[in-house]
């Protein structure tokens, strides 16, 4: 018996005719690391899309942490604590870096919308904010305008705001896409850091990520599962190998 906080079964959708994801059964199991891979057109995004049902699914089931979900709204979701990172990042980019988590967390303390409110009140939020600052390693910068951060720190500034609202699951869409190597390694450290207590879900194409942190892959190749397990058994298996186009590519990302 797995504890699995997030369940698919049967997962499809299909646009027009055209089947995009078909037939996906997927457990995610509470406090791992789980990765989804494939090449381009497998169907990630797609997958990730009907899990956080921002896209509705033609057939099949959600279930995230006992309870039926494949028909809830996405802010509905989210309010129950599995929260998506997007791949292109979802930062007010002329606020400052500490005002960004202080947005990010009078929406999860119910004051979303009321930037007419006192500053005593919103200063609150400060003491949560720069924590969650230090947690990324990014309490120095807390004065900076957010647009002036440099790539790989926006991330970590993104993954902040993630954990303002406070996730049980975090989905993470790309987190190291356009990185260079050295965000790539601060990214992917950063990553383990706050799964220590949390479950991820991340789509990925650094493979060499993948091999460091997932506990499990899934690889999807054309909208169906191709192989699933660990890192070292899913790169030896022929047909991810086929996938890829060279075992090179599997083998060391």
Partial sequence: MTDAIL????????????????NIDLDV???SIHALIGPNGAGKTTVFNLLTRFITPSAGSI????TDITRAKPTDIANRGMVRSFQISAIFPHLSVLDNVRVALQRHLGLSYHF????????STNERAMALLKEVGLA???GTT??????????????ATTLALDPKLMLLDEPTQGMSAEDVGK???????????????????????VSTLADKITVLNRGEILAEGPYAQVSKDPAVMEAYMGSAEVAHG
């Fill in 63 to 66: 279930v995230y942490d006992g």
């Fill in 187 to 209: 990214v992917t450290a950063l990553i383990r850091q706050v799964a220590a207590d949390r479950t991820i879900l991340m789509v990925e194409h650094n493979l060499k990520v």
């Fill in 116 to 123: 007419w409110r006192s500053n005593k009140v919103l200063d």
């Fill in 29 to 31: 199991e509470r406090g």
């Fill in 7 to 22: 369940q698919a079964r049967g997962l499809s959708k299909t646009f027009a005719g055209f089947s995009a994801v078909s």
């Fill in 146 to 159: 957010a647009v002036e951060l440099a790539y790989g720190r926006k991330r970590a500034l993104e993954i």
């Fill in 140 to 142: 120095e910068f807390a």
